[in-house]
């Protein structure tokens, strides 16, 4: 097997949503038995960070929040929200911009100009939510400290400090981890460096990638997950040559059905992208100038490309705290209901943290937006308040595509729940459609594209509630419209 289908196998085994979202454990029942309790709330916190010393380069020590991603902007709002914020936190991220609605970044923000691409201060956190736009000023005027361009390089647990890449040494009282996730990348040695190949973690990532669109002609997007999709759909936007490569059979495998996915890639065919599916890179060559220029198969064929977007997955950004005992076991940082780590005053929240997916009674790392805002506000809020309700998340995942101005068609669909059992399709993709998963007689997940906003906001009642369902008679829908119906009225379905 070659390095990069070992690569892209590891990564989609990694994150199947098959099996319910876990990277390991089945059971969490060990999983709190394994952590220290210490008593949650700020008082006994802030016994612990009394210091006096001025040999520290952060001057709010109580609260200190490693990482700029959603998260970190979600948890600073609920700081805020509770009085806690000034001059007590500080926020210490590798990027130059305060927290920001990542997921724009592969989707209104690689528009062309002409179509009307999103740009910050736009999407500053919370605007995604409907919430307020914390821009750099926000965090000013609340009183919080952000140290940005200086990614954390140790930690000494016993003292309590971090060390940056500047040299800067910080005192912490609680410390939240909240450092997301890293791109997945090619191996050097078969040409993931080299210019015009691209990942996309960051706005600095995105700015790269804009500036290679506006030259390209051809473009290679490697991966038929979300980014694959994302980035494709916004390529089109600039009438380019595109061609997506994937080893899978369809897109979107860990969650779209055959049949599903057969109707996402004829509208992609439509607009123009070519599909390369069940098959894998060997290799991408440069030309003569450097730059990457086309994309070695492992049948030998070759596909000319002036720009490669990788869009395999992601890996939790744990170092350097899987040095100092935290447990890393189950992908990412493993916490509890509450967002403990194994280590007293240390929390982890958002996509790197490996937390009790309490409803399907197994750990989970979950990489999405709608999990990095949840878990921020619900640790920020056992940490402060008397709050011990633990976590209790409703998978959920969606996505926007073909959205810029001009667009024949905007695409936007949501899934809630677990993706197990057998399936039921209703409806045809235009104007709508739905899919239902059905496991001993009960709903267990459910996707909907383009429907109406009071349909989609009974999607998440209807995952967490579970109804019974008699797979033969939901069948029988005629329309989307229909079938909710049906599992909105549960005795419909059990006498109609």
Not at 475 to 492: D, I
Request: net charge positive.
């Amino acid at each position: 097997m070659s390095p990069v289908r070992k690569l892209m196998a590891t990564v989609s085994n990694s994150l199947s949503l098959k099996h319910g979202l876990s990277l390991c454990s089945p059971h969490f029942s060990s999983l709190n038995r394994s952590f220290h309790t210490p008593t949650v709330g700020y008082r006994t916190v802030y016994r612990n960070y009394v210091v006096a010393s001025s040999a520290f380069s952060n001057e709010n020590r109580e609260f200190v929040i490693v990482g700029g991603g959603n998260a970190a902007g979600y948890a600073a709002r609920t700081f805020v929200e509770h009085g806690m914020a000034d001059g007590r936190l500080c926020i210490v991220t590798k990027e130059p911009h305060a927290p920001y609605e990542r997921p724009a970044l592969t989707k209104g923000y690689l528009f062309p100009l002409d179509k009307k691409p999103a740009r910050l201060p736009g999407f500053h956190t919370c605007v995604g939510s409907g919430g307020e736009r914390q821009t750099p000023d926000w965090y000013k005027e609340k009183g919080i400290e952000m140290l940005y361009e200086d990614p954390v390089t140790s930690i000494d647990i016993e003292k309590q400090t971090l060390a940056t890449n500047s040299g800067r040494l910080l005192k912490y009282g609680t410390l939240i981890i909240a450092t997301g996730c890293t791109a997945s990348r090619f191996p050097e040695k078969i040409g993931g460096n080299l210019p015009g190949v691209h990942y996309i973690r960051d706005v600095a990532d995105a700015d790269a990638l804009i500036s290679s669109l506006e030259k390209a002609r051809k473009v290679v997007v490697v991966g038929g997950g979300y980014i694959g999709m994302e980035v494709a759909a916004a390529a089109v936007g600039w009438k380019l040559d595109i061609t997506i490569i994937f080893p899978e059979k369809h897109l979107l495998q860990r969650l779209f059905t055959p049949s599903l996915a057969q109707r996402y890639e004829e509208l992609y065919k439509e607009n123009g992208v070519k599909f390369l599916k069940g098959t894998s890179i060997k290799n991408l060559e440069a030309g003569t100038d450097g730059r990457v220029a086309s994309v070695k198969l492992e049948d030998g064929s070759i596909i000319d490309a002036d720009t490669v977007i990788i869009g395999i997955g992601a890996k939790p950004a744990v170092s350097p705290f899987e040095r100092v005992g935290l447990n890393t076991s189950f992908g990412g940082i493993q916490v509890d209901g509450l967002f403990r780590t194994n280590i007293p005053g240390i929390f982890a929240i958002g996509d790197v943290a490996a937390f009790p997916l309490k409803m399907y009674n197994r750990t989970a790392r979950v990489e999405h937006v709608d999990h990095a805002r949840r878990s921020a506000q619900h640790c920020v809020k056992a940490l402060l308040t008397a709050q011990t309700t633990l976590y209790d998340y409703l998978p959920y995942f969606y996505s926007r595509v073909f959205e810029y101005e001009g667009s024949p068609r905007k695409i936007w669909w949501q899934f809630f729940g677990d993706n197990v059992g057998e399936t039921i399709e209703i409806g045809n993709f235009d104007p709508k459609i739905a899919t239902f998963w059905i496991d001993s007689g009960k709903l267990k997940g459910v996707l909907l594209e383009s429907g109406s906003p009071e349909e989609f906001q009974l999607l998440p009642k209807l995952a967490r509630s579970q109804p019974s369902v008699d797979k033969s008679k939901l069948q029988k829908a005629s329309s989307v419209e229909e079938a909710l119906q049906k599992l909105r009225n549960p005795y419909m379905l059990q006498f109609s």
